[in-house]
């Protein structure tokens, strides 16, 4: 599959993989100023953004998309980001293809299994008539009887779209993610460690990565590992505390 992406900047690669739900676009702003020292890749994966759809939704499909991409674009070795689902494709990535990627950065998630936690999101988007809508505030407020905060409800209709005959459409494949949810869900896993350096970035206020994760997985796979907690952020850490993940990043990725 030929992944959708964006390029800006000069300097070593890194690739950027955003979260369940989410596009390229989600990461926009913090590229930009990443640009400024980096070759920077934001990158839609499979069933998201401009992506091609698929039935397949899994973390080996995923890694390998982005495999693809990379071979494509002529990049033997970038560093590679990812956030929550982003982040599980980015150590399936680095765990299979070790050779193949410089330094690994995790923001807010673990490698372990999550209950499911979208069910809501998933029903409130399914149960839509996106057809029969006539405006972006028509979503909004039919979104809003089930998803109450504001913020959730703007993430999501990010991905809305007017098609030709202008109606309005999902960029995300819906069935796929819905069909594929406990595969999205699932635990990395490798009997071989990553030797490389790796950042996790976690949100102090985020639930996603809990002291004995770092104990129980996180340090079993990934041996050269740094994690750094942002006291103020939630899971959307990259939104919330841009200049903290700034500083982090370009620390992580200048040092040697």
Do not use: C
Not at 32 to 43: G, I, P, S, W
């Amino acid at each position: 599959m030929k992944l959708h992406y964006k390029e800006m900047g000069h300097g070593q690669p890194l690739l950027i993989l955003h979260g369940l739900f989410g596009t390229l676009d989600n990461w926009a702003t913090l590229a930009k100023r990443l640009a400024e020292h980096y070759n920077v890749f934001l990158v839609d994966l499979r069933n998201h953004g401009r992506s091609p759809h698929s039935e397949q939704h899994d973390y080996d499909a995923m890694a390998e998309d982005v495999l693809r991409l990379v071979d494509d674009l002529q990049i033997p070795t970038p560093a590679i980001m990812g956030h929550s689902m982003g982040g599980k494709v980015a150590m399936n990535y680095a765990l299979k293809y070790p050779t193949r990627i410089t330094k690994l950065i995790v923001v807010d998630i673990a490698p372990k299994a999550y209950p499911p936690h979208h069910d809501e999101i998933i029903d409130a988007l399914q149960g839509l008539d996106i057809n029969n809508v006539k405006s972006r505030s028509d979503v909004d407020e039919q979104l809003a009887k089930t998803i109450k905060e504001d913020e959730v409800r703007l993430f999501l209709m990010k991905n809305l779209y007017r098609k030709e005959d202008n109606t309005f459409g999902w960029r995300m494949n819906l069935d796929a993610i819905e069909k594929n949810y406990e595969k999205i869900a699932a635990p990395i896993t490798s009997d071989i460690p990553f030797k490389k350096h790796t950042l996790f970035i976690k949100g102090g206020r985020s639930r996603y990565i809990l002291p004995e994760d770092i104990y129980s997985n996180i340090e079993h796979l990934f041996t050269l590992v740094e994690i750094e907690t942002i006291p103020q952020a939630g899971h959307w850490v990259h939104a919330e505390a841009p200049d903290q993940v700034y500083d982090l990043v370009t620390t992580f990725l200048s040092a040697e």
